[in-house]
């Protein structure tokens, strides 16, 4: 799926860069590789998906932000009353941003 951050472009360089990433970066869950994100070998649900901004840079044209994205892992198959569970799950991701056309490339860094 293609992610495009046309806000958080606009907001660059400005304070309102972290909120406009985090809001844009929330509304579109269906578009981050949060299964990349999992734990436990479960479903990644993001419906209740929240995005803290720690850090953003520019070069080359690109603006790249690192990102701690919670969200929740359906975990099933144990056969347990409660089955299946919902965990709490976290990663890390890195947005990369084109200046040019708001295009933006996500990858889930390793721990």
Not at 3 to 19: E, I, K, N, R, V
Not at 57 to 83: M, Y
Request: include cysteine.
């Amino acid at each position: 799926m293609s992610l495009h951050l046309p806000a958080a472009l606009a907001a660059w360089d400005t304070s309102g860069f972290q909120s406009e990433l985090k809001r844009e970066l929330e509304s579109r869950a269906d578009a981050l590789p949060l299964q990349q994100g999992v734990a436990q070998g479960g479903i990644a649900d993001g419906s209740n998906l929240a995005v803290s901004v720690f850090s953003a840079r520019e070069d080359d044209g690109t603006i790249h932000a690192e990102v701690g994205v919670f969200f929740s892992e359906v975990v099933a198959g144990c056969n347990c009353g409660d089955d299946p569970m919902d965990l709490h799950a976290y990663c890390v991701m890195r947005v990369s941003i084109d200046k040019a056309s708001a295009r933006a490339a996500v990858v889930v860094l390793a721990d």
